[in-house]
């Protein structure tokens, strides 16, 4: 599975932007089929930061999302201003 195809869309929410401020965690839709170690790749690769843990969910649509931690060198607040989410 190609990197592409495993990040959908970055994913915001009042609930994800505590998080973003408070934790210094991101929220993504993946591909159900995408596992952590893929999703962990994926989103250094992409944005080029250090993930230090990942969590995973369906939500009651069905979606798959992962809530990714990044490593204190790399700031939530600045990754989602550059997605466009702030």
Do not use: C, W
């Amino acid at each position: 599975m190609r990197v592409d195809e495993i990040i959908l869309a970055p994913l915001i929410t009042e609930k994800v932007y505590d998080l973003i401020e408070r934790e210094n965690k991101l929220a993504f839709h993946v591909n159900k089929r995408a596992n952590k170690h893929q999703i962990k790749k994926a989103i250094e690769e992409l944005y080029k930061v250090e993930v230090i843990k990942i969590n995973t969910l369906i939500t009651p649509l069905g979606e798959k999302k992962a809530i990714v931690k990044l490593s204190p060198s790399d700031d939530a607040v600045d990754l989602a201003s550059r997605l466009g989410l702030l």
